[in-house]
C-alpha cells in the first residue's frame, strides 16, 4: 500500500508538471498565433484598401453588424473601416454568398466611401478543384472584374452573368458559382446603401469596435 501511495503521488507530480508545461506553451503561443491571424487579416484587407490610402489603425477601428438579409448570415459581422485624417474613406467586411455549386462562398468586400467597390476576394470556399476555385486570385484574376462597379453601374438589371444578359464575365464552367459571386458582391453594396455612410462610420464616444444590430 505504501508503495502504490509513493506510485500515486509520482504519477500526480508528473500531472500537475505536465500541466504546467502545457500552460506555460499556451502562454506562448497564443500571442503568437493571434499576430499572425492578425497579420494575415491585415494583408487581405491591404490588398483592396491599400496603405497609403488610410491612416488609422484598421483592424482596430470596427464595429459589429448583423444583417442577414443583405450578408448571408445571421452572426455578428465585423467591418473594418479605414479613415484619413478622421474622414471616411473605405469600409470592408466579409459576406456569405449560400448558394454557390458545393455551398456557401465566403467573400471580403470593400468599398469606398462614395459607393463604388474597392474590390473582392474569395477566402473561404468549397468550389470544384479547376473549375469553381478560379474565384481565388492565385489561379484567376475573375473576381477582380468588380473593381469599380457600385449599385449603378452597371445598372441593376444587368447585375447578372453574361450566360443571363448580364454585364458580367462567367467563370467557364462554372455558371453557378459565377452567379452566387455576383448576387452576393450586390448585395453587398446594397447593405452600404443601406446603412449609409455616416452611420457606419458612426463612432461612440471616440471608441472603436462598436456594436449595432
Known amino acids: 500500500m505504501k508503495q502504490l501511495g509513493i506510485v500515486g ?3 500526480a507530480l508528473i500531472a500537475a508538471v ?3 508545461l502545457l500552460a506555460g506553451t499556451k502562454e506562448v503561443t497564443d500571442p503568437v498565433i493571434r499576430a499572425n491571424l492578425q497579420a494575415d ?3 487581405q484587407l491591404n490588398e483592396l ?3 497609403n490610402r488610410f491612416d488609422n489603425e484598421l483592424l482596430r477601428d470596427t464595429r459589429e453588424v448583423t444583417d442577414a438579409a443583405y450578408l448571408g448570415t445571421s452572426k455578428a459581422v465585423t467591418v473594418y ?3 484619413k485624417a478622421g474622414e471616411p474613406v473605405a469600409v470592408a467586411f466579409r459576406t456569405i454568398a449560400p448558394d454557390g455549386y458545393n455551398g456557401r462562398i465566403e467573400l471580403l468586400v470593400a468599398i469606398w466611401s462614395d459607393g463604388d467597390l474597392a474590390g473582392v476576394r474569395a477566402i473561404n470556399h468549397a468550389e470544384t478543384p479547376g473549375l469553381g476555385d478560379q474565384i481565388e486570385t492565385a489561379k484567376n484574376d475573375w473576381i477582380t472584374q468588380f473593381a469599380g462597379h457600385s449599385l449603378g453601374s452597371p445598372p441593376p438589371e444587368d447585375w447578372k452573368v453574361k450566360k443571363d444578359g448580364g454585364a458580367f464575365d462567367e467563370i467557364t464552367g462554372a455558371t453557378i458559382t459565377s452567379r452566387a459571386v455576383v448576387k452576393a458582391v450586390r448585395r453587398a453594396l446594397k447593405f452600404y446603401e443601406l446603412r449609409g455612410t455616416e452611420a457606419l462610420f458612426a463612432r461612440s464616444g471616440g471608441a472603436s469596435g462598436e456594436k449595432s444590430g
Open 81 to 83: 473601416r479605414a479613415r
Open 49 to 51: 484598401i491599400p496603405e
Open 41 to 43: 487579416r491585415l494583408k
Open 9 to 11: 503521488g509520482i504519477l
Open 18 to 20: 505536465g500541466a504546467g
